[in-house]
């Protein structure tokens, strides 16, 4: 009996060695990657009976080797109709692949079709083998970069700019911010490398505290009011990002006296550098504090609810029509139920014309038709910014967007 028994704790020690040794290679960073109930739900019914073969793509391949520069939005549309379904690819593979931004080049992934239905699996089985919950675990070393290769949902390049630049606020929410009061040499305008000095009032004011990370800001001006395009109503504004600066020393005041020699209390404005310029910079230019950097990723999925939303603005001044991978501004925010990785489909306005076959000369209005799908990543309370992922003809102003399904 104790030999059995220390065999069994032998086997103990291992099986958790090896465990052990997998999360310490898994990239420290997954953590920051959450997964709503809702899309582990989705995957948890998928991979219980995988998907009908009616919604493959009719040039499935059988098997598929990742590699580097894919994304998942890319391979699900290899295997899926529809790209945005990357709930169902998760699914598909929800026994080999636990976390669904865990995905790396190199691995193969295979078709399987049985029964009018289709898995996906990261290693082939072989026919009528019979499948078993038991895994054999053999002690391994595998050595992993901390640097993830882990393939990213959609291409991040395209999304980050806008994670720092755009920005929507309220009325007063640019109002409120400290300003640029003053620069060095009566300079006009500001640029990368030069000093300044701004002041904020009340709990804006900018304030240093001895011993913390010297604070950085985004310099923004020019709100622009974005007007829904069916009400008129003006649900935010945006606010045009110009440039970025680290406060150098704080906001203070300093006792002196005039030349009657009456004693008076001067304000100090707080000193701050210019480190990044998109534009220059002028007085009166206002500064937001610059969020911690987060890593997310956007999981493309359906919104529940039905939803009838209009495009508000095509971010970028000289831009008319947005074509693939441009972000626009829609209608509708977190009020609304809207969230990152929703993806609603684009619909070009159908065309007014008479029925020339009619004598009455009748007038017709040809249906709406769908034109593309974007795909929210950032939301604000009564408006959101959009990835445009797939276009027909250039997306514009007042196009509808509506449930991809």
Request: hydrophobic content about 40%; glycine content about 6%.
């Amino acid at each position: 009996m104790m030999v059995k028994s220390r065999v069994a704790s032998q086997a103990t020690i291992v099986a958790l060695t090896v465990l052990a040794g997998s999360l310490v290679s898994a990239p420290v960073w997954a953590q920051n990657y959450p997964i709503t109930a809702g899309q582990k739900a989705t995957a948890i019914q998928v991979a219980q009976a995988g998907v009908p073969l009616s919604e493959l793509a009719a040039n499935a391949p059988d098997n598929y080797t990742v590699k580097r520069g894919d994304t998942l939005w890319a391979i699900s549309g290899i295997f899926l109709k529809s790209a945005w379904r990357w709930p169902e690819l998760w699914g598909m593979n929800l026994n080999d692949i636990k976390n669904p931004h865990l995905i790396y080049p190199g691995q193969q992934l295979y078709l399987e079709k049985k029964d009018g239905r289709a898995t996906l699996r990261t290693q082939q089985t072989a026919t009528n083998e019979a499948q078993t919950d038991t895994v054999r675990l053999s002690p391994r070393t595998r050595y992993e970069s901390l640097a993830s290769d882990a393939l990213p949902t959609l291409k991040s390049h395209l999304i980050e700019p806008f994670l720092a630049e755009p920005v929507i606020v309220d009325e007063n929410g640019l109002t409120a911010a400290p300003r640029i009061v003053a620069a060095q040499e009566g300079r006009v305008l500001l640029t990368r490398g030069d000093r300044a000095y701004a002041r904020g009032q009340g709990d804006a004011a900018l304030t240093d505290e001895p011993g913390q990370k010297q604070k950085a800001y985004r310099v923004f001006r020019n709100a622009t009011p974005l007007k829904d395009p069916v009400t008129a109503e003006v649900l935010g504004y945006e606010a045009q990002y110009v440039g970025k600066a680290l406060l150098v020393r704080g906001e203070s005041t300093q006792e002196s006296t005039d030349a009657s020699g009456k004693a008076r209390t001067d304000i100090v404005p707080a000193t701050i550098d210019i480190v990044a310029a998109k534009e220059e910079m002028r007085v009166g230019d206002r500064l937001l504090p610059e969020p911690e950097r987060q890593f997310q990723s956007y999981v493309p999925h359906a919104p529940q609810a039905k939803v009838n939303a209009r495009i508000v603005s095509v971010y970028g001044s000289a831009v008319v029509n947005a074509a693939q991978n441009q972000v626009v501004v829609i209608n509708l925010g977190t009020r609304d139920g809207i969230e990152n990785g929703h993806v609603l489909a684009i619909l070009k306005d159908g065309a007014r014309l008479v029925d020339k076959t009619d004598e009455a000369r009748t007038e017709l209005k040809l249906p709406d038709e769908r034109n593309g799908l974007l795909m929210v990543f950032r939301t604000f309370e009564k408006l959101s910014y959009a990835l445009v992922l797939e276009i027909t003809d250039g997306a514009k102003v007042g196009d509808r967007l509506v449930n991809p399904r």
